[in-house]
């Protein structure tokens, strides 16, 4: 929905707030650099909503992001405040924008973040618009968030390496991976890596089925078996360990890739994703649009109403599921 427009000047700042995600750079880097095409001042915020609330905001210039395309993390920071969430601190927090005549914010962030976005669109003279980068991929309005390819990458790096080792010994490989409530980066990786099993918040574990068929892939002549596990389900980690090293009697070890997913150079897919995304947002900037988010649908970068895409539900893919459990046993 358009805010203000009559009054918009050409001022954008810029910041990454939750989680922070690989590409989070050429996002940023786009924006800067697209929005001073158009005659924007771009200001970047640190730590995210910590910092738009301890005025910890400079001034951007085109070399601002020389150099950091290719680069993990966020050269703006991030950060997580609960105070944010309070519609006093808001107001004071868009007046440190406001009196440097700068209405417009473009928010790279998680479902987290674009709460805050929406509260900003309707509590601040602010025009808001939002970029999904986390590594998750838990927004179910995209097909994909800025990060989440370059973790799987990672993961399946780290897979290939496992199988190396555990093949050796003849063991069994417990490998959890980030997520939080989505199990996307566990299937698509399991899927990728030709991972025996994987284990998803979506979809019910027989962890006593596990254990059995890993036996029986031995007797047939298995010499290693990894199974994923996404975080949302790690209560079940030690049942897993227990009883597949039961049923098979053999060294069941397990790794938690944990913070490395979150890092490192980004994937060309990441990327491209990120410079698309971005520019998009800055267009909307510069149509007087706020409280929209962008994303993407098949090869066709969208946007829309920041409510509508929180409100939308991240589907599981079931017959990615289906083919992983049926193909690599
Ligand atoms: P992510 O954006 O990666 O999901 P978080 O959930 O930690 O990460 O959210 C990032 C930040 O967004 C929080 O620390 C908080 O400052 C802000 N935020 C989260 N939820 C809300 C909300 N309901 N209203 C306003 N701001 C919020
Ligand atoms: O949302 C990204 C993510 O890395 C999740 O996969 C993970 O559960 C969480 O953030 C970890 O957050 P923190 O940085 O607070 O430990």
């Known amino acids: 929905m358009a805010k203000n427009t009559s009054e918009n000047g050409k001022k954008l700042a810029i910041l990454t707030s ?95 973040s674009f709460r805050g976005i929406e509260d900003l669109h309707q509590n601040t003279p602010l025009n808001v618009i939002g970029v999904p980068g986390t590594i998750d991929n838990d927004m179910g309005y995209t097909d994909y968030t800025i990060g989440f390819d370059t973790a799987c990458n990672t993961v399946l790096d780290a ?24 199990g996307d980066i566990a299937l698509k990786t399991a899927v990728a890596g030709g991972a025996e099993y994987v284990i998803v918040p979506e979809a019910p574990a027989d962890v006593d089925a596990i254990a059995a068929s890993v036996k029986k892939g031995f007797d047939k002549g298995k010499t290693s078996t990894i199974i994923v596990l996404a975080e949302g389900r790690n209560d079940l980690k030690d049942e897993l360990r227990e009883k597949v090293k039961q049923a098979t009697g053999r060294t069941v070890n397990h790794v938690a890739l944990s913070y490395i997913q979150r890092g490192g150079t980004p994937s060309m897919f990441d990327r491209v994703l990120a ?53 690599s046993k």
């Open 275 to 327: 410079s698309r995304m971005a520019s998009r947002a800055v267009e909307l900037i510069e149509c007087g649009q706020s409280g929209r988010v962008v994303g993407v649908r098949g090869s066709d970068i969208i946007d829309m109403n920041v409510i509508e895409a929180l409100a939308c539900e991240k589907k599981f893919d079931d017959r990615l599921y289906a083919l992983a459990t049926s193909i």
């Open 18 to 112: 939750g989680g922070d995600s690989s590409g989070m750079n050429a996002c940023i880097r786009t924006a800067v650099r697209s929005a001073m095409n158009k005659g924007y001042e771009v200001y970047g915020v640190r730590h995210g909503y910590v910092g738009l609330m301890n005025d910890d905001i400079f001034q951007m210039q085109y070399s601002s992001v020389s150099n950091c395309v290719h680069t993990g993390g966020t050269i703006l920071r991030t950060g997580r405040t609960d105070e944010f969430k309070k519609i006093s601190v808001q107001k004071e927090a868009a007046k440190n924008l406001t009196k440097r005549g700068v209405n417009n914010l473009i928010v790279i962030g998680g479902d987290g």
């Open 159 to 182: 897979m290939l390496k496992l199988r190396d080792t555990i093949t050796s010994h003849d063991r069994i490989m417990i490998l959890e991976v980030m997520g939080r409530h989505c």
